[in-house]
């Protein structure tokens, strides 16, 4: 089996199984603010076991493709959202759960504008940036106990980009 996984643009139909894909697309749902502002309404299913959700700010170093992928990892009491400071890109990996063990990764590029809501238990990549800043605001659990899962693969996989079959980023 190759561990060479394909970059797939970033959709909400194909990310379901995952989570929720987070931007101001298509018309919004109400205007508020005097007319002046559009409401795309909840559109993430925070979901936590226990405790409440908080607001993080992360900053992550950027990363290069191609991209070497070791750990994927994964919170058990409560869904993890990723909402970029900038309009840069980001790397999205993620797996179907295989009998508590991750499956074949999947990974996906943003497209400005776009967040992400990782469901309660999904495998998922680090934050991984493609660009300076690398400054995330993240909404997940904040309580008492672990809240994370580990999975090291036995061997990496690579991530490249699709549209560059005979290269990798």
Not at 10 to 21: H, I, R, T, Y
Request: with cysteine; net charge negative; proline share 8%.
């Amino acid at each position: 089996m190759s561990r060479r996984i394909a970059i797939e643009p970033l959709a909400a139909d194909v990310f379901a199984p995952f989570g929720d894909v987070l931007e101001a697309s298509g018309e919004p749902d109400r205007l508020i603010n005097q007319g002046l502002c559009g409401r795309w309404h909840d559109r993430a299913r925070l979901d936590f076991s226990d405790g409440r959700a908080g607001i993080s700010l992360f900053k992550a170093e950027p990363r290069a493709l191609p991209y070497s992928l070791e750990m994927v990892e994964r919170h058990p009491d409560g869904s993890q959202a990723f909402l970029p400071m900038s309009e840069h890109p980001f790397l999205v990996i993620v797996a179907a759960d295989d009998g508590g063990r991750p499956g074949r990764p999947r990974a996906f590029v943003t497209r400005s504008g776009q967040g992400v809501n990782f469901h309660r238990g999904t495998w998922h990549g680090v934050l991984t940036p493609l660009h300076e800043p690398g400054l995330f605001a993240v909404v997940d659990r904040i309580g008492d106990g672990a809240n994370l899962e580990e999975y090291w693969f036995d061997e990496a996989y690579t991530i490249g980009r699709r549209d560059r079959p005979s290269q990798a980023d």
